[in-house]
């Protein structure tokens, strides 16, 4: 799938989120294609990366993904390997493991899901209060601690930019 079929194809998914929960429908988009490399790898439907912290009820996924972390001594179901980098001028650990992630039927119930994980989860309440802004969206969910990659923020606003150029 290209870029512009993916966002021809999940902006109306999108859209639909967007006037249900008033989260931008361009962050949203935008993040989908980030997490999921436009399309390419959203295994189950899974086109955001949440995890399924059980990894016992039948809606997970096992997935190699990759995390970052200052610590060395993470737990996960598979670690795969574990090397030292620096990111942004400080120590971390780049940790290439297996971990559970939750999977759909369709991806429209994907993005619900992810705008009620969101709507749900306390630690985004400050990215809720500037929902319609995609970009103060994304910061915050980075300072929320939505993805481990340090410049997570400024890779989505990127992206951010590239969904909006294939907008027609």
């Known amino acids: 799938m290209t870029p512009n079929e993916f966002v021809k194809t999940f902006l109306p998914h999108a859209k639909l989120t967007e006037n249900k929960t008033g989260i931008s429908a361009l962050v949203i988009l935008a993040q989908g294609a980030l997490e999921s490399g436009w399309g390419k790898f959203a295994p189950g439907n899974m086109f955001f990366g949440i995890k399924d912290t059980d990894g016992i009820n039948g809606n997970e996924q096992l997935i190699t993904t990759t995390e970052y972390s200052k610590r060395a001594d993470l737990k996960f179901p598979k670690i795969l390997k574990v090397e030292p980098t620096v990111r942004n001028g400080q120590k971390y650990f780049k940790y290439t493991v ?63 930019d590239s969904v909006k150029k294939r907008i027609v």
């Open 98 to 160: 297996q971990d559970y992630f939750r999977k759909y039927t369709t991806p429209e119930e994907c993005f619900t899901d992810h705008a009620t994980f969101f709507l749900t989860n306390p630690r985004y309440a400050k990215a809720l209060l500037v929902k319609s802004d995609p970009y103060k969206f994304a910061e915050e969910i980075a300072k929320a601690g939505y993805a481990t990659d340090p410049n997570y923020a400024s890779v989505l606003k990127s992206m951010i």
